[in-house]
């Protein structure tokens, strides 16, 4: 079987330094790390050359050049822009043409939902009969469409993507929760949606935190106590705001010796917004502690330094922060919704992200219960060995 990926997922403006853009890179590797009798090609587009290099570098212990291939097509085709859709349209083409030159038995696609705002093409069907199957991460877009889809263009970049994604013939979820939105939400035919997870990078590990990393952590963050984490994004349902109001529950003593650290960029007005709020539910100074962006060495540091780590998002393709706390080590608290009970993979870990009293109860249970913080600490190390990208790429595979 011949499989061509298309890797602009790791390529785009909006993916290559998210999540999608490492998932496309490490499910490619595993993938031909596990390929067996199967051939893989790698198809790239030149409308990012700053980019082609550094990924067949990557690759390049892996992969023959001439596995690795380009595309290109004429240039300013981003959704946003109306002057582009006749230019859109024909680049797309041209790339599906180029794909078909490959002669592949499938194609896979590892990240749909591109191009508002740069030049990636990303269609399924629009002039050539591909064999194609599509990474799925999740429907949050289109299942909270007030939440996200009140902006008309991104409305319409967005049904037109679910076209693409309904022509699919095969359906890659990252989860069995975001596979069953497929099902329920698109009508896809079960047997057309398959599970194959994800993992987390190597270097998320349980390592001893010296005492100058904690000073340098102190120094940089202002992080000076025993402390609950969290990181990840920053929009609305991520529900960082539950969590502060939930840790503002807490008795006053044990967030005395503690503090709650927010680990995500956050731009000025957002970060005000979470002082005030945090002042309001009647926090201290210095309770709450916003980091903005950290360094990948310093996440590391602060998920091993960190007492518990919680998860109160109330919608996940994935989670994938709350397994690298696991990676590492550490007592883990999730949301009971969405894809979060399959990454966390025990009941007493969870909490309704909607009720503040009940995030309250388990963060205070953890905190001041070693032998069940102990406990949950031994299980997600435990539970994270149940997840790698050999075993997502023999899912794939298969």
């Not at 946003?80 to 490959?102: I, K, T, W």
């Not at 979470?274 to 998920?303: K, M, N």
């Not at 009720?355 to 205070?364: F, L, M, P, Q, S």
Request: overall charge negative.
């Amino acid at each position: 079987m011949r499989i061509v990926i298309d890797l602009q997922g790791a390529q785009s403006s909006g993916s290559r330094t998210r999540g999608i853009g490492r998932y496309s890179l490490a499910l490619s590797e595993a993938l031909i790390r596990n390929c067996g009798g199967n051939e893989i090609l790698l198809a790239m587009s030149g409308l990012f050359p700053e980019s082609v290099e550094s990924i067949r570098e990557s690759f390049r212990d892996l992969l023959p050049p001439e596995k690795i291939r380009v595309w290109t097509a004429p240039g300013q085709v981003a959704f946003v822009d109306p002057a582009n859709d006749a230019r859109r349209d024909a680049a797309e083409c041209l790339r599906e043409a180029f794909f078909v030159s490959l002669d592949p038995d499938i194609v896979l696609v590892t990240s749909l939902f591109e191009g508002l705002v740069d030049d990636a093409l990303c269609s399924v069907g629009r002039q050539a009969s591909l064999p194609t199957a599509v990474v799925l991460y999740d429907l949050i877009p289109l299942i909270h469409r007030k939440i996200y889809l009140s902006n008309p263009p991104v409305e319409r970049w967005y049904l037109e993507k679910i076209k693409h994604l309904t022509r699919a013939d095969l359906l890659l979820s990252i989860s069995a929760s975001s596979g069953r939105e497929a099902i329920q939400h698109l009508g896809f035919d079960e047997s057309r949606v398959v599970n194959i997870s994800t993992a987390c990078e190597p270097h998320f590990q349980p390592r001893p935190v010296t005492d100058d990393q904690r000073r340098a952590l102190g120094s940089a963050y202002g992080i000076e106590r025993p402390f609950v984490m969290y990181t990840g994004g920053i929009d609305h349902r991520k529900n960082i705001e539950g969590l502060i109001r939930a840790y503002a529950r807490l008795p006053t003593a044990l967030r005395s010796t503690h503090q709650l650290v927010i680990v995500c960029p956050a731009q000025a007005p957002d970060r005000q917004r979470l002082l005030q709020l945090a002042g309001a539910a009647g926090l201290a100074q210095g309770e709450l502690v916003l980091t903005g962006h950290v360094p990948d060495d310093d996440l590391v540091t602060l998920y091993n330094a960190c007492k518990l780590f919680v998860f109160p998002s109330w919608h996940e393709g994935f989670g994938l922060p709350a397994l690298e706390a696991m990676q590492c080590g550490k007592a883990v608290l999730c949301a009971s919704t969405s894809s979060l009970p399959e990454v966390v993979g025990r009941a007493d870990a969870l909490f309704d992200p909607h009720d503040e009293v009940a995030i309250a109860a388990k963060i205070n249970q953890v905190l001041q219960d070693d032998d069940f913080r102990q406990t949950l600490e031994r299980h997600g190390l435990e539970q994270a060995r149940r997840f790698s990208w050999d075993a997502t790429a023999r899912r794939a595979l298969e």
